[in-house]
């Protein structure tokens, strides 16, 4: 995965958060309800955080699996192109 990429996700969040927060306190309420919108704003962000990070960590364990894989193959080619080599030489 890129590091553009995590930057992105990691700045559209923040941004996410930094304006929901900065809405609900120049909104007209009373400190009570400011602070229940602000304290639901924040789990809604963390749930949203906890399912991002899932898809990332689900593409991370996917890409892993993908380049374990090709490494294999490789090494079952290397194998095979070793055996060869051997056999001509005896």
Known sequence: MKSSTGSFIFGLLSGAALGAALGILYAP?????????????????KEDFDDKFDDLKDYVNEALGDMKSRLADVKEKVSDVKDRVQKKEV
């Not at 309420?29 to 962000?45: E, F, I, M, N, P």
């Open 29 to 45: 309420d009373k400190g009570d309800a400011t602070r229940d919108k602000l304290s639901k704003k924040a789990h809604d962000l």
